[in-house]
Every structure is written in C-alpha cells, then in structure tokens.
C-alpha cells in the first residue's frame, strides 16, 4: 500500500493590504522537509535530517511580515520565484514587434527582477497539490497587462515536486494573451552547512565553458568570455566564492550544471536545467539582516544557483529567445537532487 504523505498549511502572517499568507510543507519518507509560502512562492526552509540533527539549507525569514518588509534599496529575494523576467534589462528598454518598451526602473536606471511590483512580493493561488510519494504543490499568479509596463496578461504556474529519491523538482507554466518577454527563476538562497552559518568550506563546480560579458551596472555586453580567462573557473571543485554575480553558459543540459557540496555536512547538490545559463550570485544583498530563528545573516551566508535566460537577452539577437508569443506556452525545468548521509 503506498504510503500518505500530508501536506500541511498554516497561517504565515498578513502583508501591508491585510492579505494572508499561508505556508506549506511537502514532506517525504526519508525526512526531508520543505516549506513554501503562498507570498511570492517562496521556500522558506529546506530540511535535511542528518545523523544527529535535522538542519535547514535555506536562507530566510519567519513571517510574510518580514519578507515584505525586505523588499527595500537592496532586496534579497530570498527563496521566491522571480518574474516576469529574471535579472537586468538595460535601462528598462527592449523593443517588441517594432514598438518599444519602456519598463519600470527599479535598479538605477535598469529594470531588474520584474520591477517594483513583481513576482516575488505578490500572493499567489494555491491551484493544487498531492499528498501521495512524491507530494507536490502548485501555484499560480495572474500578472495583468501592463504590470510594471510589462505587456500581455500572463498566467504564471510554478510545481514544487519532493521525490521520494530527495530531489526538489521545479517545473514553471506560463502563457500570454499578447506577446511579451518572460524569464523565470527560483532565487534561493543555499548553505549546505545550516543557514545560520557561512559558505567557508564549500566546493563548487560549474562545468561551463564560457560565462557572460559585462559592464560594470551589470549588464551583458552580448560577449562571452572564456572561463580560463577569468577568475570563475569551476570546471573542478572550486572553493565558493566570496562575491560573485555572474551567469555561465551551460554547456549540456543533458548533465549536472553545478554542484555544490560541504564536506562538513557531507550534503550534495547537484543541478539539472534545461534553460541556458546558471546565474551565481553571492553577496551584496543580504549582510547584517536579521532572519530566521534569530539569526543574522551576512553577504556570505548563501548561494543562489539561478537557472534562467541570459540577463538582458530582449535586446541581443544572438541570445536564446526571450519573447513569448500569444497562445505559445513557456515551460521550463529546474532539479535540485540532494545527497546526504542516512540516518
């Protein structure tokens, strides 16, 4: 007989409008635990149980009150899914069907992570789940037309899936009535160590070949450089860096496109995308925040493997189609497969 695994809610806080928030765990046999929020589509821990004790991998805060309440000058955007579009349009501009566009400005003078009012700090619609092996939950988010200028009214869908084999699969759903530009991404923060500690000790690799060019706003100049010309070589275990903040071009979609580990720990992450690039980011926007279970957090508490398009992608004809079509359909897939020693 298989086995019933329960999803469980309860209540997370209200936001500013007097929204509420709810937060659900998916939970397998081996006893891992993932909690996500209904604001933003948030993980909000990620539990592993180790011989000894069960430690959370994830970055982040205990209420909504306190998500919302990061969304300032420098926003973490931890654990949430990020849209409509994922990282930097130079300054807000793209052009579409010969018309241009003028996005919100949210990042100097570039439009980043979706705008003011993006993605991330909106309630979405849980529209299901599952509570057999394998429990799963889906949530969805109406972004009306013109949302930050953004145009097409777009249905968002994200599933959260736990495996039974300890993999957190995310798969992403979107669909248009106007043509528009999407780039989607989770935009968690990991340490495999426990989020009350640092990333000393841990190992990376990417096995990329070439990461984006850019400027110093962070923009791609829409040229590519090769790996042994720059200080992000990861081919092999490399220690974690410090500050980083770049996109690498992945090489097979068929294999890992990073991996990450802690030898303390011995907890694995291995990455599987289909998406063209895996977005690095330590540091800058998370030093000396208070987050959960007291703990303060510092630049160099967690790494964001961010698989997504390239940055900036509507305005170089050589990068990987960002457009979406009316009646066209955006899918992508993202696992995170986690390796640790049994209990």
Known sequence: MEQKIHIESRPFGKTKTNQEASLYSLKNSAGMEVNITDYGATITSLKIPLEKEVIDIVLGFDSVEDYEASFQETTPYFGCIVGRYAGRIKNGLFTLNHKIIQLNQNNNSNALHGGFKNFSNQIWKVINYTTTKNPSITI?????????????????????????????????????????????????????????????????IVPSDKVLQKDKNG????????????????????????????????????????????????????????????????????????????????????????????????????FPNPFLRKDETYKQKTIFQFDFPKK
């Not at 009306?144 to 957190?168: H, M, V």
């Not at 980083?244 to 995308?273: E, G, M, R, W």
């Open 140 to 204: 969805e988010l109406l972004s009306p037309d013109g949302s930050e200028n953004y145009p097409g009214n777009l249905i968002c869908r994200i599933t959260y899936t736990l495996s039974e084999n300890n993999a957190l699969e995310l798969d992403y759903f979107a669909q248009t009535d106007q043509d528009t530009i999407v780039n989607l991404t989770n935009h968690t923060y990991f340490n495999l160590k426990s989020h009350k500690e640092n990333l000393q000790d841990h190992m990376i």
């Open 219 to 318: 923009i791609p100049t829409g040229n590519f450089l090769n790996i042994e010309d720059t200080p992000y070589n990861f081919k092999t275990y490399n220690m974690c860096p410090k500050v980083i903040d770049h996109s690498f071009v992945v090489k097979d979609n068929s294999q890992p496109v990073a991996k990450l580990i802690c030898p303390l720990t011995q907890i694995k992450l291995t990455a599987y995308t289909d998406q063209p690039s895996v977005h690095l980011y330590v540091g800058g926007d998370c030093g000396n925040l208070k987050g959960k279970n007291n703990t303060t957090y510092t630049d160099f508490s967690g790494i964001c493997l961010e698989m997504q398009n390239f940055p900036d992608a509507p305005n170089h004809n050589h």
